[in-house]
């Protein structure tokens, strides 16, 4: 294996379920040491979860769902409730570059890990708190909650939903991941700043602030011209036709889009250029934007006799930007996230061969990223407060007694 | 030292159109990074004919889409296909720490300034190349949009979340750019990732984004539940656990989590204990999701008797995951993100001024600073006669002949 870019550094993480983890993840696959702290009092949920255990045998080390979020890293148990714990927390912070968080403001107090706190561990640390929608500002700052709620909070789901119906949820758990996404180049970035300054930081990530940044026509619309997009379907401002159309077969689904004339007659051939699509009311781009609800229906009558996957790339030969919406199964079986090198194949002592996701990004020098199995709970607990922390087998043995190592 | 000025030693040269190349230039440019934007001459980057337009005018300057994602950067035309415009590009790729494109896969070969002939000119050049599928693979020349690439990913299968009638229930689109941006985000942590590699080894590389890939990676939960527990996850309400979804209130929606046992007490302590939740179908999660259907009626019926500021206030009170759904414009106007100053007001000469998102996350020592973004090929003196070293009569020439 070659050098990997973060090789040197090292981060202490106390957060768990999406956000936090899938950045301490990035980081830990690109060689960062990743120190994840969990204990018997604050486990990560995701090891519980019940749907993703591996064969559904239910065990701390067998959640597909924890697994996803948390190889590349190592793993021990540290309970912050007791006042050793956080000491020991303090002296783990000490040698690390990051630290990660992302409690409910009050949990992170009681935890002792709000920046202040941390900061006196080690002044140039770089710290990230994710949370709802900030961990400064009015009584939000307080709140508890997960991704969703903070969607919601700024407009999303609002604007989610089919026109003229209710708001809906955008898919899974979205803020989560474009915030840790996000959190990713600004954490590099405050470490680079660092390098060149000496002075560390603390980055408070807001999942609905990024939400909202990811949102340009809904926010600029507003501010601009006063307008608040609510219910806004599948519609471009621009685009037509530009939806999911049915497929043969349950649930199956086709997303099209067509930004031009050359991709509208395209469209047509394929469609075997029927007498309708020659109607005055879809001759130009801005005829078909204006009729696009009856575009809709007459290509939807056509698709629905096809199968999703076959058209999508008889679509794609003849220039039409087309795409299945798959499902689970087709995602996993699909030849160009396998041929790419997406997926992964681990092969874990509990939960034996698995096929997981891999990063989502390739860097043309670092061809092997850090791969190893997500931890056990507490696996690499003898290393870490042995070694780095130069605790004796005796002291070990002590404060796992007296559950602190717990 | 200046707070936004954290990336003020890097020079970044983005050949991109539209969301996803654009995003990831203005990632660098608001913390301070030199951002050249590379637009065709005549019309420039698409973003600039797409609504929505400062006062429903179209006018290049007055795309709030364009004027959002290009904010810090300086404009130049040029159209490096043209010889004499690919011998100026590549002065710029020179001078360049990283090059940003998002072109189709292979048109920067085509052109003669695929990675190779990049890295040739500059050995420590950072390529971040953001496309719909990837440089490589079978689906390397599919077009790709925000809609295609999220409907593709198991997070667009998903979106909406808990269908009732898939028939009438078509997948949507995230609002936003939620593919592009995630694209864009994607691609910043890689030429990141890829500038700690260059200061250790003084080598540069070629970052290969894909916006699909990227989405797709947001579907964790979905994919484990197929490849760990061998259950194809479903999109339908019936297979998800009762109570996570938006809730009508008497003035609106909430949005409550009222999965886990302490949760639902807590809901339960908020409405007031009513007899109706004291039926044997809510004594614990496996029956409260059994019977679906039944229980989330009841529990509207009750939120619906109270506004939504009284149950978020008290609801948070107890310990309830309980917030409100908000409008855009709501949350544009709401007193938490005015008190974080989430926005930020800037003067544009032509489009006017107004509110911008000030950046993805808050940062104490160098936080993302927007400026205005620039006009079309305002920096054309600067960089061409300056940086470049034309002459005004080359740039004249240039000019007449359609390069710049």
Not at chain 1, 17 to 37: D, S
């Amino acid at each position: 294996m070659g050098r990997l870019p973060l090789e040197g550094l090292r981060v202490a993480d106390f957060s768990w379920i999406i956000n936090g983890p899938q950045v301490a993840q990035w980081l830990g696959t690109m060689g960062a040491e990743v120190i994840k702290v969990e204990s018997q009092v604050y486990p990560d949920l995701t090891r519980l979860f019940p749907n993703c255990m591996a064969d559904r045998v239910r065990g701390p080390n067998r959640s597909g769902f924890f697994h996803l979020l948390n190889y590349g890293k190592k793993a021990i148990t540290l309970n912050l409730s007791k006042p050793r714990g956080r000491e020991l927390a303090y002296e783990l912070i000490r040698y690390s570059d990051v630290v990660i968080e992302c409690y409910p403001a009050p949990t992170a107090r009681k935890l002792g890990l709000t920046y202040e706190q941390v900061r006196a561990a080690r002044q140039d640390i770089v710290m990230v708190s994710v949370s709802l929608l900030g961990k400064t500002g009015l009584e939000p700052a307080e709140w508890v909650g997960w991704g969703p709620m903070a969607a919601s909070f700024v407009g999303m789901f609002d604007a989610q939903g089919y026109p003229g119906g209710p708001p809906r949820q955008t898919g899974g758990t979205w803020p989560d991941y474009a915030v840790g996404t996000a959190v990713v180049f600004h954490v590099l970035a405050a470490l680079r700043h660092r390098k060149r300054t000496g002075e560390g930081q603390w980055i408070d990530a807001s999942m609905g602030e990024t939400v909202l940044g990811q949102m340009p026509e809904w926010c600029m619309d507003y501010f601009m011209n006063g307008r608040d997009r609510r219910q806004w379907g599948n519609r471009d401002d621009v685009m037509a036709p530009h939806n999911t159309y049915p497929c043969a077969g349950e649930d199956k689904w086709i997303a099209i889009a067509v930004r031009d004339q050359a991709e509208w007659e395209a469209l047509c051939r394929a469609m075997g250029a029927p007498e309708w699509t020659r109607d005055t009311q879809f001759a130009d781009q801005v005829s078909r934007w204006k009729n696009r609800n009856q575009l809709d229906e007459r290509i939807g009558q056509w698709t629905r006799a096809h199968d999703h996957l076959v058209l999508a790339a008889t679509l794609q030969r003849a220039g039409v930007a087309a795409g299945a919406v798959l499902d689970s199964v087709e995602l996993h079986q699909d030849r160009q996230l396998w041929e790419w090198g997406y997926w992964w194949e681990l092969n874990h002592h509990e939960a034996g061969k698995r096929v997981l996701p891999g990063m989502p990004v390739k860097l043309s020098n670092v061809p092997q990223l850090n791969l190893s199995p997500p931890p056990d709970m507490g696996q690499h607990n003898k290393e870490i407060f042995g070694g780095l922390l130069g605790l004796s087998e005796e002291e070990i043995r002590r404060l796992t007694e007296e559950n602190v190592l717990y | 030292m200046d707070g936004s000025a954290s990336l003020s030693d890097l020079k970044v040269v983005e050949y991109a159109q539209m969301v996803s190349g654009p995003m990831c230039g203005k990632l660098f440019a608001d913390m301070g990074a030199e951002v050249i934007k590379v637009e065709p001459p005549g019309a420039g980057d698409e973003a600039r004919c797409h609504p929505p337009f400062a006062g429903d005018q179209p006018h290049p300057e007055k795309s709030g889409l364009f004027l959002y994602l290009n904010t810090s950067k300086k404009s130049i035309t040029l159209d490096p296909t043209t010889p004499t415009g690919a011998i100026l590009f590549k002065r710029l790729v020179e001078q360049a720490d990283i090059v940003i494109e998002n072109q189709p896969p292979g048109f920067m070969e085509r052109i003669g300034l695929g990675y190779e002939v990049l890295r040739a000119l500059n050995p420590g050049l950072i390529l971040a190349s953001v496309s719909p599928f990837g440089q490589s693979g079978p689906y390397r020349d599919w077009k790709g949009c925000d809609l295609v690439e999220w409907a593709m990913s198991l997070t667009g299968y998903n979106t909406p979340t808990l269908v009732v009638d898939p028939e009438k229930e078509n997948p949507l689109r995230a609002p936003g750019r939620a593919a592009d941006m995630i694209g864009a985000t994607t691609a910043a942590a890689g030429a990141m990732f890829a500038l700690f590699h260059r200061e250790a080894t003084g080598e540069g590389q070629w970052i290969d984004a894909p916006c699909w890939q990227a989405v797709t990676n947001t579907a964790k939960i979905e994919m484990a539940i197929y490849s760990y527990a061998g259950m194809p996850f479903s999109r339908l309400r019936a297979s998800a656990p009762a109570g996570l979804e938006p809730s009508r209130c008497r003035d609106g929606y909430v949005y409550v989590l009222w999965v886990v046992d302490a949760h639902f007490e807590a809901l339960k302590e908020l409405l007031g204990h009513p007899p109706a939740l004291a039926a044997d179908i809510f004594k614990d999660a496996g029956s409260r999701s059994q019977n679906d259907d039944i229980v989330r009626h009841i529990i509207q019926q009750e939120l619906a008797k109270y506004d939504m500021e009284h149950l978020v206030r008290e609801g948070q009170k107890l310990g309830l995951p309980i917030g409100p759904v908000h409008t855009v414009a709501q949350a544009a106007e709401n007193p938490h993100l005015e008190a974080r100053e989430a926005f930020v007001a800037i003067d544009h000469p032509v489009a006017g001024r107004f509110r911008y998102p000030r950046a993805l996350v808050r940062m104490t020592a160098t936080e993302p600073a927007p400026r205005r973004a620039p006009m079309l090929g305002e920096h054309n003196a600067e960089i061409f006669l300056g940086r470049l070293g034309c002459s005004a009569e080359e740039l004249t020439a240039m000019r007449t002949a359609g390069i710049v």
